[in-house]
């Protein structure tokens, strides 16, 4: 009687041990499962910055941004800018003296054609007429620029930070981070040499 007695105890104590286990088991998954409010989880993660030498994270191509381009708002990816060097030209509404640049972007995108990409890109406003007005008649001295422009953009932002605008972000043609400059440094001798390099250059 004792022995019966003393392993239904076991058996019970044994069972009970089983419920515990499976309750801490089903706690902790649930917890490995809900993401904290700092973990990124939600897809909030902030874009970690791009350092000098090093190549932008595949979804700058594949990410698709808001474009003013030719007149009107599309979405797209970055896709056709891949394979040649590439600046992007961080601006805003109230910076006039980026505004003013947008001739000298459009002229050196005539002068170098399909050997040198060009983007605007607005990460300040979120007014997209505001936006638009400029782009199609106050920007390039009353002329609509010809360049297409990246509207409400957050993710650049974050790969390339800056406080000032306008900044000069200068990839080359294998996505790799060159050069973050001033409008002094946007000139014809580094453009021709950053071109000319690309010609020649090993991934």
């Not at 088991?25 to 939600?42: E, W």
Request: charged share 20%; hydrophobic share 35%; net charge positive.
């Amino acid at each position: 009687m004792k022995i019966t007695i003393y392993n239904l105890y076991k058996a019970l104590k044994s069972k009970r041990a089983l419920v515990i286990l499976a309750g801490l088991f089903h706690m902790f998954s649930l917890s490995a499962q809900t993401p904290r409010k700092d973990s990124g989880a939600n897809g909030s993660n902030p874009a970690q910055p791009v350092m000098l030498g090093f190549r932008v994270p595949e979804e700058f191509w594949s990410r698709e941004f808001n474009v003013f381009e030719n007149g009107k708002y599309i979405k797209q990816t970055l896709k056709k800018y891949r394979g040649k060097p590439l600046i992007l030209d961080f601006w805003a509404t109230w910076c006039s003296s980026c505004i003013t640049k947008f001739p000298k972007v459009d002229q050196f995108r005539q002068i170098y054609g399909d050997r040198m990409n060009f983007i605007l890109v607005n990460s300040f406003d979120t007014d997209t007429e505001k936006i638009a007005t400029i782009l199609t008649d106050e920007g390039a001295g009353g002329q609509p620029t010809k360049t297409a422009s990246i509207v409400n953009d957050e993710y650049l932002k974050q790969l390339f930070p800056h406080q000032s605008v306008p900044i000069y972000i200068w990839l080359d043609e294998y996505g790799r981070l060159q050069a973050s400059s001033t409008a002094n440094f946007l000139n014809d001798y580094q453009i021709h040499a950053m071109v000319e390099r690309s010609k020649g250059g090993k991934q």
